[in-house]
């Protein structure tokens, strides 16, 4: 079983529609919680991250992380087509231990907004 | 600024041959990462530098692979010996991250495209 599930999609929305995005995860012990988006042929660029458990809003943009339900999630509002992408969500060790620098990641999901 | 940049973009070779991938950070930048993604799967976790030393090298997948940096800059990621299962792109990171501060993001290059044929 992989540290951390995202189902890879694609997930095809309209143009306007929430868009929603999430993963589980294994080791209880992440504590830094990050969503990256990746265009095609592109490297990924971090769109949100979040520090334990709680609710960020940024823009369109909202990530919530749970921790007892080792569940996190993304939202976008009023979805553009130019937010089609691969979404990929990852997390990290606390900065005190030896591998605090690498990221676990999902497998991403395909996000498809049509016009 | 210049973000990462990586080199070669593209590279195919034979199975057999010995290949090198470049990784120039952005300016500053004291940690470097290297990730692997494989098609339709996620970035696997390859190593990472804290300056020129790798507190953290468990996700190189063999004895095959071996990076190293200099200067506290330009890292190189060697595949001796390629197999077809290399086959993937390499993407290089970097950040301002330390033990002890704040996380802080990692920026991506834009990735080695290798195939191993």
């Known amino acids: 079983q992989k540290e951390v599930e995202q189902d890879p999609g694609p997930l095809s929305v309209p143009e306007g529609a929430i868009v929603s995005l999430n993963c589980t995860y294994s080791?209880?012990?992440?504590?830094?919680f990050m969503w990256y988006r990746q265009y095609s042929r592109k490297g990924p660029e971090l769109l949100m991250y979040t520090y334990s458990s709680g609710n960020k809003e940024d823009g369109r943009f909202t990530a919530q992380v749970d921790k007892s339900s080792k569940y996190i999630s993304l939202f976008i509002r009023d979805s553009q087509p130019s937010d089609s992408a691969t979404y990929l969500c990852a997390m990290s060790l606390p900065m005190t231990t030896d591998s605090w620098g690498k990221l676990q990641f999902g497998a991403g999901t395909q996000v498809v907004v049509t016009p | 600024g210049a973000g990462v940049s990586q080199s070669p973009s593209n590279k195919v070779t034979e199975k057999g041959k010995d290949v090198e991938l470049r990784c120039d950070p952005i300016s500053g930048h004291t940690a470097l990462y290297w990730y692997r993604q494989s098609l339709g799967q996620g970035l696997e976790f390859l190593i990472y530098?804290?300056?020129?030393?790798?507190?953290?090298k468990s996700g190189l997948p063999s004895d095959r692979f071996s990076a190293e940096r200099t200067g506290g800059s330009v890292s190189t990621l060697t595949i001796q010996r390629t197999q077809q299962e290399d086959s993937a792109v390499y993407l290089c990171a970097s950040s301002h991250a330390r033990p002890g501060k704040v996380y802080n993001e990692q920026f991506f290059g834009p990735g080695t495209r290798l195939t191993v044929l």
């Open positions: 080791n209880s012990a992440f504590q830094y």
């Open positions: 530098f804290q300056g020129n030393s790798a507190p953290d």
